[in-house]
């Protein structure tokens, strides 16, 4: 027999089995107690003292059972009917693993390298600022969350099987405490090596990836999807693809495949986005905020039992959210620019999350109005936008990947910083005016937007803080609209547009379960026949 128990805990107290022993022995009518298992963490830091909630199974006169998740199995699918998918970010590699698991072979077209040779463009862009237009922080093997953060939870969980897609990170070899975390995460040291292992799951059971190997045309007869072309990047052999089952999963930055769906009169549609900085605090400023500390041995002393604090922030100016986004405890800044001639910041964090800094993007809603200038594109209109703001911060640098930055209340304050704080974007920063680099819609929603924040989280806004700009690409300013029941584009038959780059998920949990739901169409499609 077993039973379901919450516990809400001091964090000391939950880093101790004994005494979480003890608190489920004081359960009343539960009889011989054999073991417990913790299946939810979650912190409650809203109070002080913060709790730590606990949602236990207690094993009662049965052994405690070892399986905690279930070991999904996969078919040799070598001879058997095909699908062709575009990327292997989280959304083509779970779509590929859903498609083997009913026996159907994926073939996957990547313009980037895999994990372990993408390592080196990235060192590329860090160290020399050279890119690699086909492999760097957004394109490659993995997708972009292989080495910008790892994050691994989602507000969209009636979008599918949070719980199948977290199995298949264990099963493939991360550690089982991302089924208990509230907030599961990864991270970018860690996330390579689970990426390959899904690799060898696809080609050890007769699945195909093609790194290095560029979409270039797509043949569509009639509405209908008959074929595509793809082009060696190195050698610049030309591939061609028969296939009725098109899969596009290629990502947030993937601008040449909208090009390529305008040209050939694709229907698309523009969707709301966003853009703001990123802004860098010291990581023990906000877990002092964050943790009702007096001082940094107090911080010392929780941190003991407790992982890098985090936070999350919205507000509405002038009618638009201001927020963060994709906030990275203990983590670094990166430069994510997917061409020479552009400047696009994020952040990632490593497993421990132990890095001095703390970083997020700070970001304000995008309208059509701001864009009018580029209406002549059509549904590309946003696109063309964020370009234009990432080719302006690439020239305040200095035409490199130095990225233009002020302290958080110089900017504020439109006061021109005369030093910067010390900052984890390695390329390095430059002082710059940012309200003179960002349209007024933007800047002006972002000073009042961390005036706000700066009453919510008292000593955030500290001019020992950074901003950098600019944090472009938060998601899609495209959509790629799609039939709700069968997945399938609107107007052509066999085109499944799937995740970040379809504009229909945000971030690794959303973009693999929104592949294991199509994937799951699709079979539909085949067995129906």
Not at 54 to 75: A, G, N, T
Not at 255 to 268: A, H, M
Not at 312 to 324: A, C, I, N, T
Request: contains cysteine; charged residues 25%.
């Amino acid at each position: 027999m077993k039973k379901i128990i919450e516990l809400s805990l001091l964090p000391q107290e939950a880093d101790n089995k004994k005494i979480i022993d003890e608190r489920i022995s004081r359960q009343k009518h539960l009889g011989r107690i054999t073991g417990f298992r913790i299946n939810k963490k979650s912190i409650d830091a809203r109070r002080n003292p913060i709790k730590v909630n606990l949602q236990v199974e207690v094993f009662i006169d049965e052994e405690i059972s070892s399986l905690r998740f279930i070991q999904h199995q996969f078919k040799e699918v070598s001879k058997n009917k095909s699908v062709v998918i575009i990327g292997a970010g989280p959304s083509g590699l779970f779509t590929a693993l859903r498609l083997l698991e009913e026996g159907i072979k994926p073939i996957l077209i990547e313009q980037g390298k895999n994990v372990k040779e993408r390592r080196r463009d990235i060192a590329n862009i860090n160290k020399k600022q050279i890119i690699n237009p086909n492999s760097n922080y957004c394109f490659g093997e993995g997708g972009a969350g292989t080495y910008s953060d790892g994050k691994l939870y989602t507000r969209s969980n009636k979008r599918g099987d949070t719980k199948k897609v977290l199995e298949l990170f264990v099963q493939h070899g991360a550690d089982e405490t991302i089924l208990i975390e509230a907030h599961p995460h990864i991270g970018t040291n860690k996330l390579p090596k689970i990426i390959e292992q899904i690799r060898n799951t696809i080609l050890n059971h007769g699945g195909e990836i093609h790194f290095n190997t560029l979409l270039t045309d797509i043949e569509i007869i009639n509405d209908k999807v008959e074929s595509i072309t793809a082009k060696d990047v190195e050698s610049g052999e030309v591939k061609n693809f028969a296939t009725e089952i098109l899969v596009l999963a290629t990502g947030h930055s993937a601008r040449d495949i909208y090009i390529l769906l305008q040209q050939k009169k694709v229907v698309l549609e523009a969707k709301p986005f966003a853009m703001g900085v990123r802004v860098e605090h010291q990581q023990s400023l906000i877990d002092k905020i964050q943790y009702h500390c007096n001082d940094l041995k107090a911080v010392e002393k929780i941190r003991e039992h407790l992982p890098a604090a985090a936070y999350s922030l919205v507000q509405q100016v002038e009618g638009r959210g201001v927020y963060s986004f994709c906030m990275c405890p203990g983590g670094i800044i990166a430069p994510c620019a997917t061409e020479q001639n552009q400047i696009v910041v994020n952040g990632w964090s490593p497993s421990k999350r132990n890095n001095p800094y703390a970083n997020s993007g700070m970001v304000v809603s995008i309208e059509p109005t701001d864009y009018n200038e580029f209406k002549n594109q059509g549904a590309l209109a946003g696109m063309y936008y964020q370009q234009q703001l990432e080719q302006t911060c690439w020239l305040a640098g200095g035409e490199t990947q130095v990225a233009p930055a002020q302290r958080l209340q110089d900017f504020v304050n439109g006061k021109i910083s005369s030093l910067l704080s010390d900052c984890s974007y390695q390329p390095g920063i430059k002082s710059s005016a940012l309200n003179e680099l960002f349209p007024s819609s933007i800047s002006k929603r972002l000073r009042e937007g961390f005036k706000h924040f700066g009453k919510k989280m008292n000593g955030y806004l500290s001019n020992d803080a950074v901003v950098v700009a600019v944090e472009s690409r938060t998601s899609s300013p495209v959509r790629i609209p799609r039939n709700p029941d069968t997945y399938e584009h609107v107007t052509v038959s066999g085109l499944y547009p799937i995740a970040e780059g379809a504009g229909y998920a945000g971030g690794i949990m959303s973009a693999a379960m929104d592949g294991q739901q199509c994937a799951s169409k699709i079979i539909e499609k085949i067995l129906s026949k």
